[in-house]
């Protein structure tokens, strides 16, 4: 198989050198004359015990892992820091969220370069991170795969009076309004803020498998969804398709439509130029004003409507 970047590790051409690679490789207990032959997957991840948006990513990598395997290639897996937003309004902490989507995709971008692995799948959720890793994958021009942790719900959801709404405007019971702002399971927030956008942008980027990026953090079909990314992978790296190859320009305009489409985040306007960049392109604000005159807002999510996420999703399934 292909190891456009690994053969570095195993080839002997500088031997002894080549022996404290390959000895410290075999530390890690994979086979050497496997490791030869396989492809080395990266898999960054943004596990983090502090917030649910992150918190069962274990979950999913394991799986991607098991779908690297099973197509020949070899996993390891990494972290990256995952601020959320949300526990950081109302003290200095806010003042560090949005550098950190730069400091992830220089950790990501660093570590791969560094490690020489042959391609990269991306597991994330939230506000900063997968933007971050969005303009890591534009930088490093491997092979590479998103699979997201998928939108959380709302605790009003597992409320009796739940009357087809999660917006706290539809509900005149004061703990049924605060059920309407509460996270009852793992996953990103249930309304269409900018952790759900960029998940749902980063299919209409190309970048995740189709129908996967919305599938919720709780459903067993995100851990078919996450190993099928691990296999994916390995099929990118075979064919040598590279991720500026599929974040062309066409599929930056098409994820500016889908943003307007879905009634996305303002933040898109943050996040979509600041990958457009890191592609050698620009996307100025004019592009979404000219956009959104001819481009409706077709889903009433959260805040611009009563439907959560999972909504959503049961609307593509039909």
Not at 5 to 13: G, L, M, Q, R
Not at 83 to 104: K, N, S, W, Y
Request: glycine content about 8%; hydrophobic content about 40%.
């Amino acid at each position: 198989m292909k190891k456009p970047k690994s053969n570095a590790i195993f080839n002997d051409n500088d031997f002894p050198i080549s022996f404290v690679r390959k000895s410290i490789m075999q530390g890690t207990g994979i086979d050497i004359e496997e490791g030869k032959q396989k492809p080395i997957i990266g898999i960054a991840s943004s596990l983090t015990e502090i917030n649910p948006g992150h918190m069962h990513l274990g979950a999913i990598t394991q799986r991607v892992k098991e779908g690297v395997h099973a197509a020949g290639g070899i996993p390891f897996e990494f972290n990256v820091p995952a601020p959320c937003d949300g526990i950081t309004e109302g003290h200095e902490g806010m003042r560090f969220v949005l550098a950190q989507r730069d400091l992830i995709a220089d950790i990501i971008e660093t570590h791969t370069r560094s490690m020489m692995y042959d391609g990269i799948v991306f597991a994330a959720s939230c506000d900063k991170i997968v933007p971050g890793m969005l303009m890591a994958a534009a930088r490093l021009r491997l092979p590479a795969i998103f699979i997201t942790g998928g939108p959380g719900a709302w605790n009003i959801r597992y409320r009796a009076s739940m009357n087809g709404s999660v917006d706290h405007k539809d509900y005149a019971d004061l703990f049924d309004k605060l059920a309407c702002a509460t996270c009852a399971t793992c996953g990103s927030c249930e309304l269409m803020g900018t952790a759900n956008t960029m998940q749902c942008l980063t299919e209409a980027l190309g970048m995740s498998l189709p129908r996967s990026a919305n599938v919720p953090a709780y459903h067993s079909e995100k851990l078919v969804f996450a190993r099928r990314a691990g296999m994916r992978i390995v099929e990118l790296v075979e064919q040598e398709i590279t991720a500026d190859q599929i974040l062309t320009r066409e599929a930056i305009l098409n994820a500016v439509m889908v943003d307007l489409a879905i009634g996305g985040s303002t933040n898109s306007t943050l996040h979509l130029p600041a990958l457009a960049h890191e592609l050698g392109m620009e996307l100025p604000l004019s592009v979404f004003n000219d956009y959104n005159r001819v481009v409706p807002t077709l889903c009433a999510i959260s805040p611009s409507g009563p439907w959560g996420i999972t909504d959503l999703l049961s609307l593509i399934h039909i």
